[in-house]
């Protein structure tokens, strides 16, 4: 392949993943890097119709799941203070769920870490009486 078709390639093959991405409404490729909550938000908000829905649903759901398992491994140091305090038998899907709720009735957290947003989300819904 010469570098004209090579570069012919890249090109439409970068106006299509554009263009998937447009499907998405705010989601883009670059939001898997988590800077904000709100790139988690589009990342757990990919439309069922948009190519990346599957990744980008397992990508959120380990987002969330890493989260819990963080929140677990601490939970025993003395500095520990429970913040969040789930019925059992919680899942994923319903944490996403508050975190979506929360981030679109207070978008003012948006531009925070996602797992900040994602424990002040959780925390309003469930939190733990001191």
């Keep these: 392949m010469n570098f004209k078709t090579w570069l012919g390639s890249l090109l439409l093959s970068a106006a299509a993943l554009l263009a ?13 890097n ?4 709100e790139d988690l938000l589009d990342v757990c908000t990919v439309k069922a119709s948009h190519a990346d ?5 397992a990508f959120c759901y380990g987002f969330f799941e890493g989260a819990h398992h ?12 429970d913040i969040v305090c789930s ?3 919680t899942t994923r899907t319903e944490a996403v769920a508050v975190f979506v709720a929360y981030l679109g ?10 797992v900040d ?3 002040r989300a959780l925390s309003s819904k469930w939190p733990c009486s001191k």
């Design 117 to 119: 947003a994602a424990f």
């Design 34 to 37: 988590l800077n904000t909550a």
């Design 70 to 81: 963080y929140d677990d491994a601490i939970e025993n140091t003395t500095a520990y203070v």
């Design 20 to 32: 998937l991405n447009a499907q998405a409404g705010d989601y883009s490729l670059e939001d898997f």
């Design 105 to 114: 009735a207070n978008p003012q957290y948006g531009s925070e870490k996602p």
């Design 87 to 89: 019925p059992d038998g």
């Design 53 to 57: 829905h599957a990744v980008a649903t």
